[in-house]
């Protein structure tokens, strides 16, 4: 049984909110939209600085790969750089390497 469902239309923009409530409340749309143009610039640029998988994380996907469980990615981050984080982190390919490197 495989199910795809989608989910952005169920919650909001978490960076939108994020930049809405940091900013006063009389700063005008257009500010508040320019706001989140550089906040996405910015965040751009330093993506994967200090990020990194949780300890065992590899590992413990290995076992439900293994359990041949579907797996999906929930994240609060907008869209796009959810999918950054899974190409940089957990295609096959960077998971062995980040894994033994781990070794050294």
Known sequence: YKRQVSTQSTWGDGAL????NALKDDVSQ???EEA???FKEIYGDRIHKNTKPYVGIYEMLDCIKD???HLAVLSNKPHPFTLEFIN???TEKKKKKKKNSALI
């Open 17 to 20: 909110m994020l930049i809405t």
């Open 88 to 90: 940089h982190f957990f």
């Open 36 to 38: 989140l143009v550089l």
């Open 67 to 69: 359990l041949d469980l």
């Open 30 to 32: 257009e500010t508040i």
